[in-house]
């Protein structure tokens, strides 16, 4: 052999086969009136505890019942900024920070408890932190506990793209409380309702009716975890472990989830954060709703039925950052990009049904203009939203 390349026929060494197995125990827990739960789920190891600063005001008194019963100091419990200009690579180095200076060992569990947005950010150091120690989910919000609490993925924001800086890391456990429910305010509880929707549209149309029948309750502070509420989450969780169960690291970039997620990340950064990452997801929705129906997939029908009940919660089914069609188009590029350079777009064929289009070059610039004039026509802003 001459030079320093390698022969075309050279044979490996050898092949390391590396795998590992994974799983995610999701219970309930009376989080908010009981440390038993945590504890359990703790098993006597070292933990830092991380919260939102919203937690750590209006549950003050659980989170020290938390940090006592599990025998921690008032500084293994660490409030770390959320909100989407704060989900960021700097805000997971502040928890592998702290996790250091407070020396948690290889054997140790950071306890995330919180939203969405903190429980990502928690994963991603949780990952980090000495090549990866356990983590615990404790949603606090809608949204985190039938999405970000059960997902297997963790992200943050970086050079003006949401979530794209991230990895796989499931957690030992997600736990999950509906009393925290009570105290969200009517904007975060719409968010959780649009990805309730988003996987009822997608994938289950017995959620879809569960919506119908007893969503209202959501609206009503008092009413969040009665039975029927309990009803919609744990159906909803239980779709989510379903699909990535079967596909739990993506080797299959068909995803019936990705559905509500090819544009509402641009939308919500076009609009500065203005729209939340719920709102967005609505607006995905209903475009890509509009869509199937022009192509002739989607019944019509179905198509005001999704539309109807959205509106019924108070979700945007418009905004004006859907006028603008390099925005849209901009967000299926990048879309195709994440997704292994093809499309891979999910849409309804029915309420609980959903079929791919796989080539980008399949959705053009009419057939979108068509459809933001389709959902146009269907607008609706609610009076006194904030979205932006």
Same mark, same amino acid.
């Given at each position: 052999?001459?030079?320093?390349?390698?022969?075309?026929?050279?044979?490996?060494?050898?092949?390391?086969?590396?795998?590992?197995?994974?799983?995610?125990?999701?219970?309930?827990?009376?989080?908010?009136?009981?440390?038993?739960?945590?504890?359990?789920?703790?098993?006597?190891?070292?933990?830092?505890?991380?919260?939102?600063?919203?937690?750590?005001?209006?549950?003050?008194?659980?989170?020290?019942?938390?940090?006592?019963?599990?025998?921690?100091?008032?500084?293994?419990?660490?409030?770390?900024?959320?909100?989407?200009?704060?989900?960021?690579?700097?805000?997971?180095?502040?928890?592998?920070?702290?996790?250091?200076?407070? %020396? /948690?060992? #290889?054997? *140790? $569990?950071?306890?995330?408890?919180? =939203?969405?947005? !903190?429980?990502?950010? &928690?994963?991603? @150091?949780? %990952? /980090?932190? #000495?090549? *990866? $120690?356990?983590?615990?989910?404790? =949603?606090?919000? !809608?949204?985190?506990? &039938?999405?970000? @609490?059960? %997902? /297997?993925?963790?992200?943050?924001?970086?050079?003006?793209?949401?979530?794209?800086?991230?990895?796989?890391?499931?957690?030992? @456990?997600?736990?999950?409380?509906?009393?925290?429910?009570?105290?969200?305010?009517?904007?975060?509880?719409?968010?959780?309702?649009?990805?309730?929707?988003?996987?009822?549209?997608?994938?289950?149309?017995?959620?879809?009716?569960?919506?119908?029948?007893?969503?209202?309750?959501?609206?009503?502070?008092?009413?969040?975890?009665?039975?029927?509420?309990?009803?919609?989450?744990?159906?909803?969780?239980?779709?989510?472990?379903?699909?990535?169960?079967?596909?739990?690291?993506?080797?299959?970039?068909?995803?019936?989830?990705?559905?509500?997620?090819?544009?509402?990340?641009?939308?919500?950064?076009?609009?500065?954060?203005?729209?939340?990452?719920?709102?967005?997801?609505?607006?995905?929705?209903?475009?890509?709703?509009?869509?199937?129906?022009?192509?002739?997939?989607?019944?019509?029908?179905?198509?005001?039925?999704?539309?109807?009940?959205?509106?019924?919660?108070?979700?945007?089914?418009?905004?004006?950052?859907?006028?603008?069609?390099?925005?849209?188009?901009?967000?299926?590029?990048?879309?195709?990009?994440?997704?292994?350079?093809?499309?891979?777009?999910?849409?309804?064929?029915?309420?609980?049904?959903?079929?791919?289009?796989?080539?980008?070059?399949?959705?053009?610039?009419?057939?979108?203009?068509?459809?933001?004039?389709?959902?146009?026509?269907?607008?609706?802003?609610?009076?006194?939203?904030?979205?932006?």
């Amino acid at each position: 052999m001459t030079g320093s390349g390698l022969a075309k026929d050279s044979a490996p060494i050898t092949v390391l086969r590396a795998t590992r197995e994974t799983s995610t125990e999701i219970r309930r827990a009376a989080v908010v009136s009981d440390a038993t739960g945590v504890v359990a789920a703790v098993r006597g190891r070292p933990a830092l505890i991380v919260v939102s600063p919203t937690v750590n005001r209006l549950y003050a008194a659980a989170i020290g019942e938390i940090r006592s019963a599990l025998g921690l100091a008032a500084a293994d419990v660490m409030v770390v900024p959320t909100g989407e200009h704060a989900k960021s690579l700097a805000s997971v180095e502040r928890i592998v920070n702290v996790a250091g200076e407070r %020396g /948690l060992a #290889r054997d *140790g $569990v950071i306890v995330g408890i919180g =939203g969405g947005i !903190l429980l990502d950010m &928690v994963g991603l @150091a949780a %990952g /980090l932190f #000495r090549r *990866g $120690v356990s983590h615990i989910k404790i =949603g606090t919000t !809608l949204i985190a506990q &039938v999405d970000a @609490a059960v %997902g /297997l993925k963790c992200g943050v924001n970086s050079g003006g793209a949401k979530n794209i800086a991230g990895a796989f890391n499931p957690p030992e @456990a997600t736990l999950t409380d509906g009393a925290f429910l009570a105290t969200l305010p009517p904007r975060e509880i719409r968010c959780g309702i649009a990805e309730i929707l988003k996987l009822a549209v997608a994938g289950d149309g017995g959620l879809f009716e569960l919506l119908e029948q007893h969503g209202a309750l959501l609206l009503e502070p008092g009413a969040r975890d009665t039975p029927e509420v309990r009803a919609i989450v744990d159906r909803a969780i239980r779709g989510m472990v379903d699909e990535l169960a079967s596909n739990p690291f993506e080797s299959d970039l068909r995803r019936r989830v990705d559905f509500g997620h090819t544009v509402s990340g641009i939308f919500e950064v076009e609009t500065g954060h203005r729209l939340a990452h719920g709102e967005a997801v609505a607006l995905d929705v209903m475009l890509f709703s509009a869509v199937s129906v022009l192509r002739g997939s989607l019944d019509r029908a179905a198509y005001e039925m999704i539309v109807e009940l959205a509106q019924r919660f108070g979700l945007q089914t418009w905004h004006p950052v859907m006028a603008d069609l390099s925005v849209i188009e901009r967000g299926l590029d990048d879309s195709a990009r994440h997704r292994g350079r093809k499309l891979n777009l999910p849409l309804p064929s029915r309420i609980g049904g959903t079929y791919f289009v796989a080539e980008r070059a399949e959705i053009s610039s009419e057939a979108l203009r068509d459809a933001v004039d389709l959902v146009a026509a269907t607008r609706r802003v609610p009076s006194g939203h904030r979205g932006g």
